[in-house]
């Protein structure tokens, strides 16, 4: 494996980062503070194909490789976590699986106005009595004909408050397939879809996570996803990718706490000298940069063998669980090197200490990743 971004790789990774620090910082500050979501600046990245990262050009996607997929995350997430979170969701968990598993119609109907950005996708699997389990979810499927009739409640659904297209699980309830998971596409503005009053979030403010419920909703059996009964291994398998995204997620906020850090250690005096002369403040430093580094290897590897088409499952687990967990100690480190600033909104670094925490939760907890590797590694 080569260690070193192509050069279209590269060009990649400086116009995301240049992108992202000219319209999204300002836009990190006011979504944390009011928790709203820039429609705009979604429609402006929907028109750079933000929203179609891996998605081929004749779907008018942009083509990428995973790695270049997992550079724009980290990136984007380096300035702004909160629309990072948005770009990693609908492009792994939505608009993917719709273009692995979709059929022609369901292509041309739905992920080319994902793709650009004029729709933004839901992956919602999590119920009130249903995360890590998805064995338990309680939300039924029912064929009438040539439509499903629809019923349950999903919660914590990323991208919710702003989604038109929705990649919905459900249990079917013919005696044929009792208990069998299947997913649908399901519209925002059918009846008996309801979403409801945004979560009042810890980090990533401003991403308009939200329940979303259904009550006798009526879907047209061609918005199933795959087969009958399939739907587990849909949700398996698009995890597997959507933990790649998590973990540039975690990666970018990382990164940017070790940025911000060492810029402050550079310019705080204490003594007559910056404290990044003290030895503890030096060490603080290049642990956060080595675990840093090991995270985005760990992160180009799975990408490597993704776009090889090779097992990835261990690798993928490994690299969320790991990056998550840099993120959460980078940016605690972080704080404590600001000092009392790091503990005062008027220092981004408070936020990207809140920010961090979900990544060790969201698509598969770190407990379940370590379950995931263990389970790869004993069978």
């Given at each position: ?11 990649i ?5 240049k ?36 998605i ?19 990136e ?21 699986p ?15 106005p994902?793709?650009?950005g ?16 998805p ?10 004909g ?19 297209i ?6 079917l ?25 945004p ?5 990533n ?5 939200c ?32 933990r790649?995204g998590?973990?540039?997620?975690a ?13 402050y ?38 990408c ?28 605690k ?47």
């Open positions: 494996m080569d260690f070193e971004l192509n050069m279209k790789q590269a060009v990774r400086r116009t995301a980062r992108y992202a620090e000219k319209r999204l910082t300002a836009a990190a500050v006011e979504m944390d503070r009011s928790g709203t979501f820039p429609l705009d600046i979604a429609e402006e990245m929907g028109k750079l194909n933000y929203f179609g990262l891996e081929p050009t004749k779907y008018q996607g942009a083509g990428l490789d995973p790695l270049s997929y997992a550079i724009v995350v980290e984007v997430s380096r300035v702004n976590s909160a629309i990072g979170l948005c770009v990693a969701v609908h492009n792994g968990v939505s608009a993917a719709i273009y692995q598993y979709g059929n022609k119609d369901q292509h041309q109907k739905f992920l080319i994902m793709a650009t004029i729709k933004i996708g839901t992956f919602c699997l999590t119920e009130p009595n249903a995360g890590s389990d064995s338990s979810i309680e939300s039924t499927a029912i064929r009438v040539d439509q499903y009739i629809l019923n349950g409640n999903k919660m914590f659904v990323t991208n919710g408050g702003i989604s038109e929705n990649l919905i699980f459900a249990k309830q013919q005696d044929k397939m009792k208990g069998g998971l299947t997913a649908f596409i399901v519209e925002s503005d059918r009846p008996g879809l309801k979403k409801g009053v979560e009042d979030l810890m980090g403010r401003g991403n308009p996570v329940p979303i419920s259904f009550y006798d909703c009526h879907i047209p059996a061609v918005n199933r996803l795959g087969k009958e009964g399939e739907g587990f291994k849909i949700a398996i398998e698009t995890l597997r990718g959507g790649i998590i973990a540039s997620q990666l970018g906020i990382a990164q940017a706490a070790l940025d911000l850090s060492l810029k250690a550079m310019e705080r005096y204490q003594f007559g000298k910056p404290i990044a002369s003290f030895g503890a403040i030096q060490n603080f430093l290049a642990d956060m940069a080595t675990d840093i580094e090991a995270a985005r290897l760990l992160i180009y590897r799975t490597n063998l993704r776009g090889k088409g090779m097992e990835h499952l261990k690798e993928s687990a490994m690299a969320k669980m790991f990056a998550s967990e840099v993120a959460v100690k980078t940016t480190t972080g704080v404590q090197i600001h000092g009392g600033y790091g503990y005062t909104k008027s220092y981004i670094i408070e936020r990207l200490y809140r920010d961090a925490k979900i990544c060790e939760i969201y698509e598969g907890s770190s407990e379940i990743q370590r379950i995931v590797i263990a389970n790869n590694l004993i069978n």
